[in-house]
């Protein structure tokens, strides 16, 4: 069985471009969360998706957004991209009923310059 | 909103000692904290995990206990061997019915098992 599958793995951007993040989920799992992760923050929940529907947002600016697709693959798309938003992007899926375990990716390292 | 505060930042310990690692949290309806372990350059792994009707589960040298009036819960890890260093993150979520919920990390604690 196919685990949590990220892409890209690395990605280096200018200061004011876009990116989008692409996050496939274990084959079964509805739902898909994403975390920024920085050294000096850890791990900081950014949102959450459940059936095609944002569930939870944590408290990131609206530069940061998703969007989930039938197939319960996501994606997250960082606009006007500032020297900051350099992290390791985790997402992770379950299946979303009820108390199930929450399985990562390997995360997308995006460097900002 | 939920925020989850963990000690000590790092942990060194002698291989066979015990390690043991607490996080607070301040929401006391999160229902849910499981506990992550990351090694270099790897994803997070979940290695144990506890609901809120459960005060303590273990699992092989690996423990879990929680005090829900305190709103605190410790990973315990007995007879640690090298392959334990790594770092570990706990967290708290409120789940429901049909929704993964949402993750609250706290920092993490950076654990080295010498030799």
């Known amino acids: 069985k196919a685990g949590v599958t990220q892409t890209p793995r690395y990605l280096i951007k200018t200061r004011g471009q876009q990116v989008t993040l692409s996050c496939s989920p274990i084959?079964?799992?509805?739902?898909v969360s994403w975390y920024q992760q920085t050294p000096g923050q850890g791990l900081q929940f950014l949102f959450e998706?459940?059936?095609?529907?944002?569930?939870n947002k944590g408290n990131f600016p609206g530069r940061f957004s998703g969007r989930q697709f039938s197939n319960s693959r996501s994606e997250m798309n960082v606009s006007t991209l500032e020297l900051g938003d350099s992290a390791l992007y985790l997402c992770?899926?379950?299946?979303?009923?009820?108390?199930?375990?929450?399985?990562f990716g390997q995360g997308t390292r995006l460097t900002v310059v | 909103g939920e925020n989850v505060e963990q000690h000590p930042s790092t942990l060194s310990v002698q291989e066979g000692d015990s390690a043991v690692i607490k996080c607070t949290y301040s929401?006391?309806?999160?229902?849910?904290f499981p506990w992550y372990k990351q090694e270099l350059g790897k994803r997070p792994q979940l290695i144990i995990d506890?609901?809120?009707?459960?005060g303590e589960k273990k699992d092989q040298r690996i423990a879990v206990t929680l005090n829900k009036t305190a709103k605190h819960f410790s990973l315990h890890i007995t007879e640690t061997q090298p392959e334990d260093s790594a770092v570990y993150f706990c967290a708290a979520s409120k789940w429901n019915g049909g929704s993964q919920g949402n993750l609250i990390f706290g920092k993490g604690t950076k654990l080295s098992v010498k030799p």
């Open positions: 506890i609901r809120s009707n459960v």
């Open positions: 998706y459940f059936s095609e529907t944002q569930r």
């Open positions: 084959s079964g799992h509805r739902s």
């Open positions: 929401d006391s309806a999160s229902n849910y």
């Open positions: 992770a899926s379950s299946l979303g009923q009820g108390f199930t375990e929450a399985f």
